[in-house]
């Protein structure tokens, strides 16, 4: 008896689990974006019965990562598994319940009824004219019709097989008419059961334990990949006196296979996938090193980065790790600062659809204070580059990306914004400006060779010519260089810098020079190289 009870109970079971799935489609309500990959914000909402039911959601992300589903129930309900899957195949795939399909169901069943009147009408009228045809064989001889009687039989004959022939005609064109309206609801109501799925085959399976019957909403959260998004600017200036305005804006891409309409949207500098294990640092002993064999290197080293263990997938770092707090006036985000990232909070609903194409969003606007100077290096480039610089930047929340410059109203190319460096000051090119004229020329007279006992003397000299062509004094940042030597046998001596400030160890040449309006400045620079004459030099 016990195990008849079990039995019983078990089908009891078995048979909850196997009654028709419950379809629903999840809503899109909130995204963050993240640099390689998106977190999505999905709600459903579905009347349970009491017990066991095997929920489908529909619409989801086709690259939705498992490992990250989370659903949000109410306490009345306890979820007992969670699937993903994009290969859901099932009878129960038409969801009648949805309004879209059960206006068109009835309609397919109200047309397949007038077809039905029309068959039926048809076939009446295909009868009577059959009985006309057969009742036509009339002889006047044999029937003891008159010739009156008869042509008033004829006359009737042609009348009513003419009305027979007529109805059946139009009978025939209607029901052409109502098969050709019936194909276009039934393919109707295969684009309303399926049109969530020609762009997401994604599906979430959820077996849940429901208390008490009737309406129930879910929470439903995942990360996904195939959604990016990058910074960009746009950069004004109308002259060197004004500050800049600077547009700081976002390009988002997302191929998630499903549309975001009308979601709040939120952009991070953060990356989720990154491995957040913290590094962790072992003793460092000391030791003898191996005698090495004729065969490579075969030992391990030890100690390696001074005994410090650290993943490679860790090693990502945030510029942006440690940013002070500021204020940023935003034309159309909140930004939210952390010691790990920066997120941007859009201030209205945005539609970013599952194409791959850049849909660009605009984050806020700022007025920033920057100093400008020009600058140039003649040896690489004989025109000279305006330089923004902009003092504590970190405060603006910059992130690294690269940026359209309009100055004086003309657009003037692109250039990169580039956060990853350690000083607090970021310059900024805003391009080549060609009223400032620029020639670097060897001098023939104080250059040439000399050839000594053992060695070989070359001596070069260059006048760089500098031109300011605008109405405003110019600041120009000027730099050159001359060769550094590593071998003894190379001597190298600097004859000329015509006051420049010279870093020996690097052989840079620096001038700081302000350049009235047309006025012309003329700088030379001279060296001398000395090696032996058996000996060439093949970057000099």
Excluded: C
Aim: net charge positive; aromatic share 8%; no cysteine.
């Amino acid at each position: 008896m016990k195990k008849a009870h079990f039995l019983f109970a078990f089908l009891i079971s078995a048979i909850a689990f196997a009654q028709k799935p419950i379809f629903v489609s999840a809503k899109v309500k909130a995204v963050t974006v993240y640099f390689n990959s998106a977190e999505i914000s999905q709600t459903i909402s579905t009347t349970l019965p009491k017990g066991n039911s095997e929920i489908v959601i529909k619409n989801v992300s086709d690259y939705a990562n498992q490992n990250t589903i989370q659903i949000g129930a109410p306490s009345t309900v306890t979820v007992l598994s969670v699937q993903f899957t994009k290969d859901y195949v099932s009878e129960y795939e038409l969801d009648e319940t949805n309004p879209a399909i059960k206006k068109v169901r009835d309609s397919i069943n109200l047309v397949k009824k007038e077809i039905q009147k029309v068959e039926n009408a048809r076939d009446s009228e295909s009868k009577a004219i059959e009985l006309l045809d057969k009742n036509q064989q009339i002889s006047g001889v044999n029937s003891g019709l008159n010739v009156a009687e008869l042509m008033k039989m004829v006359e009737y004959y042609k009348l009513k097989r003419t009305e027979a022939n007529n109805n059946y005609d139009a009978l025939d064109e209607k029901s052409i008419k109502l098969n050709v309206l019936l194909v276009k609801l039934n393919s109707k109501l295969e684009i309303n059961s399926s049109k969530e799925e020609k762009t997401s085959k994604g599906k979430i399976i959820i077996q849940v334990m429901n208390e008490l019957a009737g309406n129930v909403d879910f929470g439903i959260n995942y990360l996904s990949g195939a959604a990016t998004w990058r910074p960009f600017y746009d950069l004004r200036s109308n002259s060197v006196a004004e500050p800049i305005n600077m547009m700081y804006k976002a390009q988002v891409i997302q191929n998630t296979g499903i549309d975001w309409k009308k979601v709040k949207l939120t952009l991070s500098s953060g990356n989720p996938n990154q491995n957040n294990q913290a590094p962790t640092i072992n003793p460092w002993f000391l030791r003898h090193q191996e005698p090495r064999n004729n065969y490579g290197y075969s030992q391990q080293l030890e100690g390696k980065l001074a005994g410090i263990q650290v993943d490679n997938k860790a090693k990502e770092s945030d510029s942006n790790d440690q940013l002070k707090e500021v204020v940023v006036t935003s034309v159309r985000s909140n930004i939210n600062e952390n010691q790990l990232n920066i997120s941007f909070d859009i201030d209205i609903p945005y539609d970013i659809l599952s194409n791959g194409k850049a849909h660009s969003v605009a984050l806020k606007e700022i007025k920033i204070p920057a100093s400008f100077k020009y600058y140039a290096v003649p040896k690489a480039e004989k025109e000279a580059f305006l330089l923004a610089e902009i003092v504590d930047y970190s405060k603006y929340n910059l992130l690294t990306g690269e940026a359209n410059i309009i100055f004086e109203g003309m657009y003037v190319g692109k250039t990169r914004i580039d956060t990853n460096q350690t000083s607090d000051t970021l310059s900024l090119s805003m391009g080549r400006d060609k009223k400032i004229s620029i020639k670097r020329e060897k001098v023939a007279d104080k250059s040439g060779i000399k050839f000594l006992s053992s060695k070989k003397e070359q001596t070069f000299t260059y006048d760089i010519t500098v031109r300011n062509n605008k109405k405003e004094t110019a600041q120009l940042l000027l730099k050159d260089q001359y060769p550094l030597s590593s071998d003894k046998e190379i001597e190298i001596e600097l004859l000329q810098n015509d006051g420049a400030k010279v870093n020996a160890e690097t052989g840079i040449l620096t001038w700081d020079l302000d350049l009235k309006p047309n006025e012309t400045k003329k700088i030379r620079i001279s060296y001398r190289v000395k090696y032996p004459k058996d000996k060439v030099i093949d970057n000099l």
